[in-house]
């Protein structure tokens, strides 16, 4: 069974850093590209970042480019995200899921950013 | 960025009768290899999304035939055939066409 369980999440001060991490399992981690999408309170959900299978590739919204670091380790069947100089407005639940159309996400970690 | 709109905001249907959700998208969603990246999810509280269709019309795997996708380029529309009590959420939709990936504004659906 595919199972994703993300971690990391809580109350951080604005400018302040989270790591989230995504521990992976059923499947070839490895085999896949993964993905993080993010969904604020009472608002639709947003596309984060995604990572190929080796590392290689990574793509990031315009709104976290230079801030948020999307990586990976294969050994570990882990999804990371590093996410520094935090923003209000980066206040959601944050889901890690496989694939570029996902059919197998987490069910989510919640970061708030707030003083 | 395509940009992609749906309407309605909301629905309120009666078990039994059909519903249908509209979504537009700012650019062709119709790629060189003949495959539409148009993709459809259902968010309840307290899950992750769930995807139903795949590539404008490709119903995932254990979804009910009830629901179908349909459309081209930019016009697309999901339906639900007999809405069920369980059917009730927000419906996305999404695409894939082009990064970044950007999904519509969401249709509420409840039951009446």
């Known amino acids: 069974e595919v199972q994703l369980v993300e971690s990391g999440g809580g109350l951080v001060q604005p400018g302040g850093s989270l790591r989230l991490s995504c521990a992976a399992s059923?499947?070839?981690?490895?085999?896949?590209?993964m993905t993080w999408v993010r969904q604020a309170p009472g608002k639709g959900l947003e596309w984060v970042a995604s990572?190929?299978?080796?590392?290689?590739?990574?793509y990031y919204v315009d709104s976290v480019k230079g801030r948020f670091t999307i990586s990976r380790d294969n050994a570990k069947n882990s999804l990371y995200l590093q996410m520094n100089s935090l923003r209000v407005e980066d206040t959601a639940v944050y889901h890690c899921?496989?694939?570029?159309?996902?059919?197998?996400w987490g069910q989510g970690t919640l970061v708030t950013v707030s003083s | 960025d395509i940009v992609m709109t749906q309407t309605p905001l909301s629905l309120s249907v009666t078990p039994g009768q059909p519903a249908s959700i509209s979504c537009k998208s700012s650019q062709s969603l119709l790629h060189s290899d003949g495959k539409t990246y148009l993709y459809w999810y259902l968010l309840k509280p307290g899950q992750p999304p769930q995807l139903l269709i795949y590539e404008l019309f490709n119903r995932v795997s254990g979804v009910p035939d009830r629901f179908s996708g349909s459309g081209s380029g930019t016009d697309f529309t999901l339906k639900i055939s007999r809405v069920e009590a369980e059917d009730v959420g927000v419906y996305y939709c999404m695409q894939r066409m082009q990064l970044p990936l950007t999904f519509g504004g969401g249709t509420k659906v409840e039951i009446k």
């Open positions: 990572m190929k299978q080796d590392g290689s590739d990574k």
């Open positions: 059923g499947f070839t981690f490895s085999g896949y590209w």
């Open positions: 899921a496989r694939g570029w159309a996902p059919i197998y």
